[in-house]
Nanobody, 126 residues
Framework: HVQLVESGGGSVQAGKSLRLSCAIS????????TGWFRQYPGQARQTIAT???????DYTDSTSGRFSISKDSAKNTLYLQVNNLSPEDTATYYC?????????????????????WGQGTQVTVS
């Protein structure tokens, strides 16, 4: 059974940086497609970035530059570095993983393909 647990959220000042972590158990981060997503209140969840089992990354046009997705195989943990935070980044952030087609891991991938989700971590920027 695959479980994901996010951490690192909280309240931060605009202009600061934040690194979110997603600890994965039940499968290896080297064998799954993983991604970070965020959700504003009352809105659909949005993809931020994905990282394939082979390490290839993909970003949306709006997130490339300030956001950086990475993973540590030794710690079996996924990360999201966010720089120069703004109030518009205030949202709940989720990590997710899919063992299906782990190398087909793009921001265009359907959210329904991600079988495993974390509980979310709140980021508030003021």
């Amino acid at each position: 059974h695959v479980q994901l647990v996010e951490s690192g959220g909280g309240s931060v000042q605009a202009g600061k940086s934040l690194r979110l972590s997603c600890a994965i158990s039940g499968d290896s981060v080297r064998r799954v497609c993983t991604g970070w997503f965020r959700q504003y209140p009352g809105q659909a969840r949005q993809t931020i970035a994905t990282i394939a089992s082979d390490g290839k990354t993909d970003y949306t046009d709006s997130t490339s530059g300030r956001f950086s997705i990475s993973k540590d195989s030794a710690k079996n943990t996924l990360y999201l570095q966010v720089n120069n935070l703004s109030p518009e980044d205030t949202a709940t952030y989720y990590c997710a993983a899919s063992s299906r087609a782990p190398d087909y891991c793009f921001i265009s991938r359907n959210h329904g393909d991600f079988l495993y989700w974390g509980q979310g971590t709140q980021v508030t920027v003021s």
